[in-house]
């Protein structure tokens, strides 16, 4: 799998988003990468790009679940893998270009 094709792949299924969460009251940004697939085909590649680009897949939806005709999962970066992926992936990213450089920055801004 090449950078090129993952962030293909971004540009059309994934998700680089700067929200926020509310801890004790107060809101404070936090940054999200994020894939969905659905279905054991979906599944064999989030595990492809897991072995190539990191991050860690969880089972998000089963199969009768909120009416899913399939299990759903999704794929998510930690803040160091996180880093690692947008800074491979930003080259080559067209749609979603803006808001994975949103992301990073927040990123990189919280290593200090």
């Known amino acids: 799998m090449t950078d090129e094709y993952l962030a293909g792949f971004f540009d ?16 404070y940004p936090k940054a999200q990468i994020l894939l969905s ?34 299990d759903a999962y999704k794929m998510w970066w930690n803040r160091e893998e996180g880093v690692r992926l947008i800074e491979r992936l930003l080259p080559h990213l067209i749609i979603k270009k803006e808001a994975a450089q949103t992301v990073l920055t927040h990123l990189k801004r919280e290593q200090c």
């Not at 059309?12 to 009251?25: D, I």
């Not at 989030?46 to 009416?67: D, N, R, V």
Request: net charge positive; with cysteine; proline share 2%.
């Open 12 to 27: 059309g299924e994934g998700c680089f988003f700067l929200g926020k969460q509310e801890k004790n009251g107060k809101f």
């Open 37 to 70: 697939q659905s279905g054991p085909e979906g599944l064999v590649l989030l595990e492809q790009i897991q072995k190539e680009y990191g991050g860690s897949i969880y089972h998000h939806l089963k199969i009768g679940q909120y009416k899913a005709k399939k």
